[in-house]
C-alpha cells in the first residue's frame, strides 16, 4: 500500500473502482506515510481522521455496490491552513489563530468533497499566507523533500510539499503574489493559479483581498485539470467570482498545441546569470522547456512587458495596504488570541496584536498602515494602482499578439533555510517572475523542467483570462516531451514515479 499516495487522480480512482483497493485503505496509508515524515518535513500542522475515514467509507460503499463514482473518488487532498473547515483547526500559521475552529467549509473545500476528495488535514503556511520561503508560521517552517535543509517556498509551502512527499495526491493552496507556483517550483510539482475570480474565495482567510487566488498543486498538468474542474465556477457567497461557464478541462488536454504562439518577455530573460539575477542553470532549464515546445510545433515570439520591472513594488505597496486593513480585525475582541491580564482596552490592543503576530505580518501592516495613511495615499498606494493596471494593459496587448507567455517562476531554485530571513528585500524579489499575472488577474501555472544543482526548477506559462484550458493543455503535452521527474529521492517508492 506504501506506494499509493503516488499514484495520480485517475488511477486511484480506477482502482477503488475496479475494488483493487479501498478508499480507507488509501488514506490509511496516507496517514501512516504522514506520521513518518511529518516530524522531519513538518507539513502538516492538523490531522483529520475522522472526517477522512467518514468520506473514504461513503466511496467505498458505492464502489462495493457498483454505482458510478464523483470524478475525485478516495482522492487523498491536504488543504493549506488558510482556508476555513468546519469544526477542523484553522490557524494561518499564526498564534493569533491558535485555537479557531471554523463553523463552516470554504467553498473549495466543501466543492472537493462533494466531488469525492478524502480531506487528510490542514497543512503548514507563511503566517496569514505573508511569505516566500514558509519560514514565517508561527510553528516552525516547512522542510523541502527534496533537501530538507532548503525551503518549500511559500506561502503554500506545506501544500507543495505534501504533494511533492506522497503526503497526499494533490493540494489546495492559494496565491496572492506567487504563493502557489513558487513552491511548486521549488519542490518538482505543478501548481496552478486560475483567473481571479474562477475559484471562490468563500471561506479564504483574507491577505490581499484583490490578489488573492484559491488554486491546486498536483503531480500532473491533468490531476491539477481534476482539481480546478472541481473547485471552479461561480459562488454566490462570494460577489467577486466570476459567472463563466466552466469548461471540462481533463477532456481539452488532447488537443494539439502546434501552432500555438508563445511569448518569451524580453525582461525575463535579461537579468540570466548575472548577480542576484536568473541563475544560469534555471535559465538553461527554462531555454531546454522552450526548444522542446518549438520542436512540437509551438513558434517562440519575442515580446515585451515594459512595466515588470515596476511589478514587484507594486505588489507590495498594493498587498500590504490591504493586509493593514484585512487583519484589522484581529484585536482580541472577536475571536482569536486575546492577551491576558492586560490594564486597559488600549493596552489589550497592542498586547495582542504584539504577541498574536509574528515579524513578517507586523512589518506588511507597517508598511500598508503608512502607504494608506493620509499624508502618503496618492504618493504611494494610488500611484501603485495605477502603474497595476498598466501590469494589466501589457498583458492585454500581449495577448493580442501570442496565446501564452513563458517564464521562469522564480530565478534560482530552492535557497536554504535560514538565508534570506534577515534580508526581506532579497527575500521579496524571489517574487518577480509571479506577482505580475496576480496583480492583472490572469491565470499562470508553474511545472517542472529539469534541474539545476540536483533541485527542481519551474517554467511558467501565463494565459489570457480563462485560459486555464490552454494553460493545462500547453502543460500536459510539455509532459510527454520531458518525460517523468519523480519524486524527491529520499521519498521515491519502489515503482512509483508519480507520473502514472
Known sequence: MTELPLLSVEIVRRRIAERQTTATALAE???????AANPRLNVYLTLSPERARAQAEKIDRLA???LPLPPLAGVP????DVLSTRG???????????????????TAVERLEAAG????????????????????????????????????GGSSGGSAAAVAA???VAALGSDTGGSIRQPAAFCGVVGLLPTYGRVSRFGLVAFGSSLDHVGPLARSAKDAAYLLAA??????KDATSADVPVPDYVAELEQPIAGLKIGIPREAFAAAGETGGLDAGVNAAVRGALDALERAGCQLVEIRLPHTEYATATYYLIATAEASANLARYDGVRYGFRAPEAESLRAMYRQTRDHGFGAEVKRRILLGTYALSAGYYDAYYRRAQRVRARIAEDYRQAFQQV?????????????RIGERIEDPLRMYLNDIYTVSADLAGVPAISLPCGLAGGLPVGVQFTGNYFAESLLLRLAHHYERLRGPIGPPPAFATPGGNGAQ
Open 29 to 35: 496509508a496516507c496517514f501512516g506515510a504522514i506520521a
Open 64 to 66: 462495493d455496490r457498483g
Open 77 to 80: 487532498v491536504a488543504v493549506k
Open 88 to 106: 477542523l483547526r484553522t490557524t494561518c500559521g499564526s498564534r493569533m489563530l491558535e485555537n479557531y475552529l471554523p463553523q463552516y467549509d470554504a
Open 117 to 152: 476528495a478524502v480531506i487528510l488535514g490542514k497543512v503548514n503556511c507563511d503566517e496569514f499566507a505573508m511569505g516566500s520561503s514558509n519560514e514565517n508560521s508561527a510553528y516552525g517552517p516547512v522542510r523541502n523533500p527534496w533537501d530538507t535543509e532548503r525551503v518549500p
Open 166 to 168: 506522497g503526503l497526499g
Open 231 to 236: 473547485i471552479a465556477g461561480a459562488d454566490p
Open 403 to 415: 496565446d501564452v507567455i513563458a517564464m521562469p517562476t522564480t530565478p534560482t531554485p530552492a535557497f
